[in-house]
Nanobody
């Protein structure tokens, strides 16, 4: 049974940093393309960052230069380091896994999802 469990969310202030973690079980992170999405109140879920192909990491324009996706395949973990947080980063953040190397921005491409972790940035 595949499980993705996010952690690390919380309440921070503008300009702070936060690191989200995603623990994967039932699938090897080395064999899947992992990604992060987020959903703000009243908005649709949107792409944040992912491991892609042939480019190794890809980011939404809104987080480029501030967020970094990384992974530790030995621990089956994926991370999202978020720096210089803004109020508009407030959302529930989801970890997701897909087999396809392409279409990393599309939610439809992802096979498995976590339950999400809340990030609130207070100005």
């Amino acid at each position: 049974q595949v499980q993705l469990v996010e952690s690390g969310g919380g309440l921070v202030q503008t300009g702070d940093s936060l690191k989200l973690s995603c623990a994967a079980s039932g699938l090897p992170t080395s064999g899947y393309f992992m990604g992060w999405f987020r959903q703000a109140p009243g908005k649709e879920r949107e792409f944040v960052a992912a491991f892609g192909w042939p480019v190794s990491t890809v980011y939404a324009d809104s987080v480029k230069g501030r967020f970094t996706i990384s992974r530790d395949n030995a621990k089956n973990m994926v991370y999202l380091q978020m720096n210089s947080l803004k109020s508009e980063d407030t959302a529930v953040y989801y970890c997701a896994a897909r087999r396809s190397p392409s279409n990393y921005r599309s939610q439809m491409t992802y096979d498995y999802w976590g339950q999400g972790t809340q990030v609130t940035v207070s100005s």
